[in-house]
């Protein structure tokens, strides 16, 4: 016989009460492990343990919870568990609403203290300087390419990549009205406005399109002024008060950003091996023939796979070209180490952004 509404319901505060029992308990556990982590000295936050952790509950999982949630449920859990003893200052492109500020809680939980700052120089600045523990900082589209700023100030800075995310990004028209009748400027970050520029193109040819820091800095403009309107995320326009005047108006439907996670190695040294990870560098190399084939020889020869590899204009005029790659792998693994090796030894300038998990 079927159970009743009021059964189930029994039921399920019945489940709630002993899932807050055994999450008190992990609490009270983190806490001694904690304790445990300060006599030592070393570091609450271990992103390859934590994902780890999240790997193992996803295989094990025998639904009906999806794979995804599982990730986000347990992310919430350790970030409620760190905040008991400090919770991570994060740096972020603000103010709040922006997709960095959504990656950043996609990554931490929300359990964390914001920074939010008004350009990614301000962002690297945080995080050197220890206004913040972590920054936030997107590095590639999969339709506009790299975010060149990033990768420019990653060069420059002695902050280290150790962990990422990916964003399914939404762009939508957001104004203080809902409709786009008389829309006189769109404002949008540069990477939105090009994300977006074939729905402009045909729905708001005559509006002008206005750069600002930020996706969230525009909504926040559009707020106070009723024939402007800005491209940025549903959670941009619930903080400012604006309609959606058009949903999803990004050009490619799975228009996806990544982040990178940085921080200064005395903070966060790099994650020990998590089973599926990357190894970000930089590299350049003196300008003869052939030699950008000479630095991709020893990843074939020590079986090391090759997921990005990006070209920036060298400033110092002593090399032409520097090389943004990511290899599949940890150094502690000794084929990658071997093929690390051999590159560094080929290169005029060589420098490790980062080991970290690779995000799902």
Not at 1 to 21: F, G, H, N, P, Y
Not at 63 to 79: D, F
Not at 147 to 175: A, F, M
Request: with cysteine; aromatic share 6%.
């Amino acid at each position: 016989m079927a159970r009743d509404l009021s059964q189930l319901r029994v039921e399920i505060d019945t489940v709630d009460r002993e899932l807050l029992k055994l999450l008190n308990q992990r609490a009270a556990l983190a806490n001694e492990v904690g304790d445990i982590k300060r006599a030592e000295g070393t570091t609450v936050f271990r992103p390859e343990r934590e994902a780890q952790v999240i790997n193992g509950l996803q295989q094990a999982n025998p639904g009906p919870l999806k794979s995804q949630n599982v990730a986000t449920i347990w992310r919430e859990i350790m970030s409620a568990c760190r905040a008991l003893e400090a919770p991570q200052r994060v740096a972020y492109l603000g103010p709040a609403g922006t997709f960095s500020e959504q990656a950043a809680v996609q990554f931490f939980g929300s359990s964390i203290e914001h920074v939010p700052c008004v350009s990614l120089d301000e962002v690297f600045q945080a995080a050197t300087a220890g206004t913040a523990d972590f920054g936030v900082v997107p590095v590639e589209n999969n339709s506009e390419g790299v975010v060149t700023r990033s990768l420019d100030l990653l060069l420059q800075s002695p902050l280290h990549i150790i962990g990422e995310t990916s964003l399914l990004v939404r762009h939508h028209l957001l104004r203080r009205a809902a409709s786009i009748a008389g829309v006189e400027a769109v404002l949008a970050h540069p990477q939105a406005l090009a994300q977006c520029q074939n729905w402009l193109n045909k729905h708001l040819p005559d509006a002008e399109r206005r750069a600002v820091a930020s996706n969230a800095e525009g909504a926040r403009l559009a707020g106070e002024h009723p024939d402007w309107a800005a491209i940025a995320s549903e959670r941009a326009g619930s903080a400012f008060g604006l309609h959606i005047a058009a949903h999803a108006i990004q050009d490619d439907p799975f228009n996806r950003t990544r982040f990178a996670v940085i921080c200064l190695p005395q903070v966060l040294q790099a994650p020990q091996a998590s089973g599926r990870d990357c190894v970000s560098l930089v590299v350049s190399v003196p300008n003869r023939p052939g030699a950008v084939h000479d630095i991709l020889v020893p990843l074939k020869q020590h079986g090391v796979s090759m997921t990005r590899f990006e070209s920036r204009p060298a400033r110092s005029g002593q090399w032409e070209y520097y090389f943004f790659i990511d290899v599949e792998g940890h150094p502690s693994q000794p084929h990658v180490a071997a093929a690390l090796a051999d590159l560094r030894s080929l290169c005029a300038f060589y420098k490790v952004l980062g080991t970290y998990p690779v995000a799902d």
